[in-house]
Every structure is written in C-alpha cells, then in structure tokens.
C-alpha cells in the first residue's frame, strides 16, 4: 500500500524552501531584479503588477529558479521620484496584452492618457462611439480625413477659417440665413 505522506514528502521541497520574501533592492530590467539579500529573481508572468525597488514581494523557488510571485507590499514613494504614485502593469516576455471580456470599463478622477508611438485604432463594428467632454480639443499635424453617409452639426457659433483656401461643393447647395446674409470680399464673382 502506498504511504501518500512519504510520497508528499519526497515529491515537494518544505514550504519554507519554496515560499519566500524579500525586498527589491534594483530593477536589472528584462524582469530581472537584485534582491536585498544579493539573489536574483525573474517576475513571474502571472505578476502583472511590475515590482520596483523597495517593494516587498512574494518568492517562489522552483527548478526553474526564483521567481516574485506577488508585489505584497508597496515601498513608500519619495516626493521628488519620478514615478511617484505611479504603478506599471506588465506581463514579461508578452507583446501584446489583450483583455477579453463581455464588458470593459476605466474610470478616473484625475485624469486618463493614452500615448502610442504608432497607429491607434478605435473601432465599433456594429455599435455607436460616443465622446461627452466640456472642452473637445483636436490637434492633426498633416491631414484629418472625414468619411460619412451623414454629418449632421449643431452648434451656437461656428467659425471657420483657412489660411489658404476654402472650398465648399455639392451637388446642389443651400446657404440661408434667418436675418441677414453677408458676403464680404476685395471680389466677388458669381455664376
């Protein structure tokens, strides 16, 4: 008969050996850190939070070697520290992280920025893109191209202005005004 305490013994390592802790004394980058007691350990894909030096993290030795499991606790940011309040979600050796789920929300009171030095790409296959903001604000360097079946406005006041040239066409064109129509220009020509 097999004695599953003796298997259990001879299969795992005591827990002390495998289940640790220890502080982050440097990141090396590559997910490589220098802990305070001069080990190396990896972070483990599984740990999204990025530890940083200070931290108090959860290790787990294996064959493969130590791994930091868990950020368990947070070193206390210094006030002049550029990455003050700041924490980095990641997932060693990953590309591309993709969350997938029925539904997705971000909410902030401060602030949200989202910066890519590529191409970013917003899409709603069959659903409508809503933005609701007091101020909206549009910067393009080079060209902003507009592709609909309908583009409807309504605004209180409408300025538009270009500095070389304005062109307005359609196949028929209706320009009305409630009170009072101005064309103001050094020529104009009509017809």
Same mark, same amino acid.
């Given at each position: 008969?097999?004695?599953?305490?003796?298997?259990?013994?001879?299969?795992?390592?005591?827990?002390?050996?495998?289940?640790?802790?220890?502080?982050?004394?440097?990141? #090396?980058?590559?997910? *490589?850190?220098?802990?305070?007691?001069?080990?190396?350990?990896?972070?483990?894909?599984?740990? #999204? #939070?990025?530890?940083?030096?200070?931290?108090?993290?959860?290790?787990?030795?294996?064959?493969?070697?130590?791994?930091?499991?868990?950020?368990?606790?947070?070193?206390?940011?210094?006030?002049?520290?550029?990455?003050?309040?700041?924490?980095? #979600?990641?997932?060693?050796?990953?590309?591309?992280?993709?969350?997938?789920?029925?539904?997705?929300?971000?909410?902030?009171? *401060?602030?949200?920025?989202?910066?890519?030095?590529?191409?970013?790409?917003?899409?709603?296959?069959?659903?409508?893109?809503?933005?609701?903001?007091?101020?909206?604000?549009?910067?393009?360097?080079?060209?902003?191209?507009?592709?609909?079946?309908?583009?409807?406005? *309504?605004?209180?006041?409408?300025?538009?202005?270009?500095?070389?040239?304005?062109?307005?066409?359609?196949?028929?064109?209706?320009?009305?005004? *409630?009170?009072?129509?101005?064309?103001?220009?050094?020529?104009?020509?009509?017809?």
């Amino acid at each position: 008969m097999i004695n599953i305490a003796e298997v259990r013994a001879t299969a795992l390592p005591p827990a002390q050996e495998v289940w640790g802790e220890s502080q982050v004394s440097q990141a #090396l980058g590559r997910a *490589q850190y220098r802990l305070s007691d001069g080990r190396l350990a990896t972070q483990a894909a599984s740990t #999204l #939070l990025t530890p940083r030096t200070g931290d108090t993290v959860a290790l787990f030795h294996s064959a493969s070697g130590l791994f930091i499991t868990h950020v368990l606790l947070r070193a206390p940011d210094l006030p002049d520290a550029a990455n003050a309040g700041h924490a980095d #979600l990641a997932v060693p050796g990953a590309q591309v992280l993709a969350i997938k789920q029925a539904g997705f929300e971000v909410s902030c009171t *401060q602030k949200i920025a989202l910066r890519c030095m590529g191409d970013v790409e917003l899409t709603s296959v069959a659903g409508a893109v809503s933005v609701n903001a007091k101020h909206f604000l549009s910067t393009v360097s080079e060209t902003m191209v507009q592709t609909a079946q309908h583009l409807v406005t *309504q605004v209180e006041h409408c300025m538009v202005q270009a500095s070389a040239m304005l062109r307005l066409h359609g196949r028929q064109a209706l320009l009305t005004a *409630q009170d009072d129509l101005k064309i103001d220009a050094e020529r104009v020509s009509l017809g």
